[in-house]
């Protein structure tokens, strides 16, 4: 039986594309925020990436990806043609205006003596372009191409000259494998050198999330200069040497916590009777502050065992106020004030324990968090015998 050949059910071409035209369209951003702080951009709406300006399309770009480099921007080029037929649309239905560019993003090349040569920026010839266009419209066989054919020969003269003069063809643009670089040579200066790839991951996954929501909210929300700027003045007091930064998806996140139940950190609170909701409210925390641990240890963003003298330092300032509570207690044999004992000392973590890793990484999950972490462990606790009733259980989790 013949080996099926996967490829062709794949989808792995569009998605690459896709996930090139977010890249490539937070590339342009950071290239005209440094020039224009009033800019708004949005992606899938009136074309693959739209910058404007006080609810004005200034940009409207198409972006072709290829997975490698080809010079087949031609006279009768689909990819040409298909963005020429939206842009007569737009044209015609008076979405663009005046000064506004449409930009044809390729990584192709453009052919020799083709109308896409015209229309770059350097050496651009308008009228030899609509001339080929013409040509091309007039004569081609293609019926991929038909319908933009059909609607750019129904522009009057001074119309389609008009239309063309709007037109940019940018080809050349960077592969997908080499986009990387360019986006990290943008955010020169933002970071340290060596944190450049850990800042745009950063920065990528907020961009990302806003691309989502963008494109799942029923009215198109772009994303404002404002934003992006505030986003890159966060990052960039975060990845300062008294910060970390805090990855947005870990602050977003909305794990399934039910596989919390049975761990020690939930037993803890169990023997303290606390609500519900505190329980699930203490295993988020947990779930925040191990991830975005790991990513900081993934990352390479910590020093010589900053974790480590981390726990250290809240088990220090957890050990003096449970031995102050625990002083406190009159009998030690009733079960009611031995769980309001223990309560005391959660409540202090949940309100009053404010102890950065970093004096300026406030984020209040990382602390609330890592207490959840070290519990898990016994290293701290609630109930005053904590260690008593459930060390038993650790040692058989470590059988």
């Known amino acids: 039986m013949d080996a099926i050949d996967r490829t062709q059910y794949s989808a792995s071409a569009s998605l690459l594309g896709y996930i090139y035209q977010c890249r490539l369209a937070l590339l342009e951003t950071l290239k005209r925020l440094k020039s224009d702080p009033n800019i708004a951009v949005a992606i899938e709406t009136l074309d693959d990436v739209v910058f404007e300006k006080d609810g004005t399309p200034t940009d409207v770009i198409q972006v072709k990806h290829h997975i490698s480099r080809k010079a087949n921007l031609t006279n009768g080029s689909t990819d040409l043609w298909k963005t020429m037929r939206i842009w007569v649309d737009l044209y015609k239905e008076n979405v663009t205006k005046a000064g ?3 930009c044809l993003m390729t990584t192709e090349s453009a052919a020799q003596n083709s109308a896409a040569i ?8 308008i009228a030899e372009a609509e001339k080929i266009l013409i040509q091309t419209a007039q004569t081609s066989a293609n019926d991929t191409n038909k319908e933009a054919y059909t609607k750019f020969m129904g522009l009057t003269p001074e119309d389609r000259v008009s239309l063309l003069e709007s037109v940019y063809v940018l080809d050349h643009c960077p592969l997908s494998e080499d986009l990387q670089k360019h986006l990290e040579d943008a955010l020169w200066g933002f970071c340290p050198r060596n944190q ?6 950063y ?5 990302i999330t806003q691309v989502v929501n963008g494109l799942s909210s029923s009215q198109s929300k772009p994303i404002t200069g404002d934003e992006f700027d505030s986003r890159l003045k966060l990052l960039r007091e975060q990845f300062k040497s008294d910060s970390l930064p805090i990855h947005p998806d870990v602050k977003a996140a909305n794990p399934d916590l039910e596989p919390f139940t049975d761990w020690i950190f939930s037993k803890q609170l169990h023997l303290i009777a606390v609500s519900s909701s505190r329980l699930t409210r203490a295993a988020k925390y947990f779930y925040m502050a191990s991830e975005q641990r790991s990513r900081w240890v993934r990352e390479d963003l910590l020093i010589n065992s900053e974790l480590e003298k981390y726990d ?7 050990s003096i106020l449970f031995d102050q509570i625990q002083d406190d207690i009159v009998d030690p044999a009733c079960e009611d004030e031995l769980i309001s004992s223990g309560k005391k000392v959660f409540e202090w973590v949940e309100h ?10 406030t984020d209040s999950f990382i602390t609330r968090g890592s207490y959840q972490m070290l519990a898990n462990q016994l290293k701290v606790g609630w109930h005053p015998q904590f260690k008593d009733r459930l060390s038993s259980e650790v040692e058989d989790d470590q059988c």
């Open 203 to 207: 920065l990528e996954g907020w961009w």
């Open 100 to 102: 506004s560019i449409l």
């Open 118 to 125: 015209h229309l770059r920026i350097e050496n651009r010839d």
């Open 352 to 361: 009053k324990a404010d102890i950065p890793i970093r004096r300026s990484c």
């Open 312 to 318: 250290d330092i809240l088990t220090e300032e957890w």
């Open 196 to 201: 450049l790839t850990n800042f745009l991951e």
